[in-house]
């Protein structure tokens, strides 16, 4: 692999990961761009002790362009995108509409039992492929592979920057989960704080290891391989199974055999053996109704600076799809008590993903 760094017209970093190592990549951005933007505010939550992030620039984000226009693409004499080169393998750059960014400016307090900072970190995007209208599904394993060289690449530096907590990489998919550009892409975001759903389960996996001496993810892993009834795919180093307690209509978590903090401490095998899993599952997603799935992909990884040891790297992955033409929407129950419903029983999504032909 060869990793080439530049920057943009405003000074965003970008990187390219190349499979061959004569790749030219000495195009220059030749956009006139205006100035970064600051730092989002982070706003504590007292009821809920969380912190929310408020980035009022970000309502100015490019929103589904038409493919000629899409700033993901290689650049055209006609068409200057956030890629300067004229192809690509795989592109990183910083996000030019950030949720998180090292812009920090000083925020006023506001009362109200809050207390207010700069949301300092860094948001990143991924882009997967430079052809516009292909989709991870359809990633060959080498190139599959690629990507995730750089999420670890970028997982690595983002660790090491100051105040970041966590690393994030992920991917929104489709215009139901609401996507603003249709561009094969995924995103990382470095955390200056410890998300929630990474506390909540870090806290379950402390009391369950306090209990029976375990680690709560490898046992659940087990446990499924056990079952078999939920397991949708599996080779040598991964299973693909949907969560006894899947939420999500569509459900379905990928673990490693081995128990590793992040995607750092993969092995090259373990790497190599991600790809044609997922992206069968994906297929399988794709499959299931005959209609592209919209889904998000999310990596857990440890945080930086705790809970390292309990910590299982995995990726779950769910949809708001729940039939042909029907979206589970977040209502009352999930989004005013957090209660999830779920109308699909999770051996019966198991057992159709397994039933759909892939080849």
Request: charged residues 25%; negative net charge; aromatic residues 10%.
């Amino acid at each position: 692999m060869k990793r080439t760094i530049t920057h943009l017209a405003d000074g965003r970093e970008l990187f390219y990961f190349d499979r061959q190592d004569d790749a030219d990549r000495s195009a220059v951005d030749k956009r006139d761009l205006p100035p970064r933007p600051p730092a989002s505010e982070l706003r504590y939550d007292p009821l809920t002790e969380e912190w929310i992030a408020v980035a009022g620039h970000r309502q100015a984000r490019t929103f589904l362009p038409p493919t000629s226009e899409c700033p993901l693409c290689p650049s055209t004499p006609g068409h200057l995108t956030e890629i300067p080169s004229s192809s690509y393998d795989v592109a990183v750059f910083e996000n030019r509409f950030p949720s998180f960014s090292a812009q920090p400016v000083e925020y006023e307090q506001v009362g109200g039992l809050s207390e207010v900072r700069p949301g300092t970190g860094r948001c990143e995007v991924v882009c997967f492929t430079s052809d516009h209208n292909s989709s991870f599904s359809a990633l060959s394993p080498e190139q599959v592979e690629l990507v995730m060289e750089a999420w670890i690449d970028r997982t690595a530096e983002l660790s090491a920057l100051p105040g970041v907590e966590q690393v994030f990489c992920f991917e929104n998919r489709g215009p139901e989960i609401g996507i603003t550009l249709a561009h094969p892409h995924g995103q990382i975001y470095a955390y200056p704080y410890v998300t929630p759903r990474t506390k909540l389960t870090l806290g379950a996996a402390e009391r369950h290891r306090e209990r029976t001496g375990g680690n709560l993810f490898a046992d659940v892993l087990a446990a499924e391989r056990e079952a078999g009834t939920r397991v949708v795919a599996s080779n040598e180093h991964w299973t693909a199974f949907v969560p006894a307690a899947a939420r999500w209509p569509v459900e379905v978590h990928l673990y490693p055999h081995r128990q590793v903090p992040d995607l750092l401490a993969l092995e090259s095998s373990e790497r190599a053996a991600f790809g044609p899993l997922y992206t069968e599952v994906l297929r399988r997603l794709d499959g299931l109704f005959g209609v592209p799935m919209p889904y998000i992909a999310a990596w857990h990884q440890a945080p930086v600076n705790v809970g390292r040891d309990l910590s299982y790297a995995h990726l779950e992955l769910f949809s708001i799809r729940r039939a042909p033409d029907k979206l589970k929407y977040l209502a009352g129950s999930e989004s005013a008590m957090g209660a999830f419903v779920n109308d699909v029983l999770p051996e019966n999504t198991a057992h159709l993903l397994r039933s759909v032909i892939t080849d």
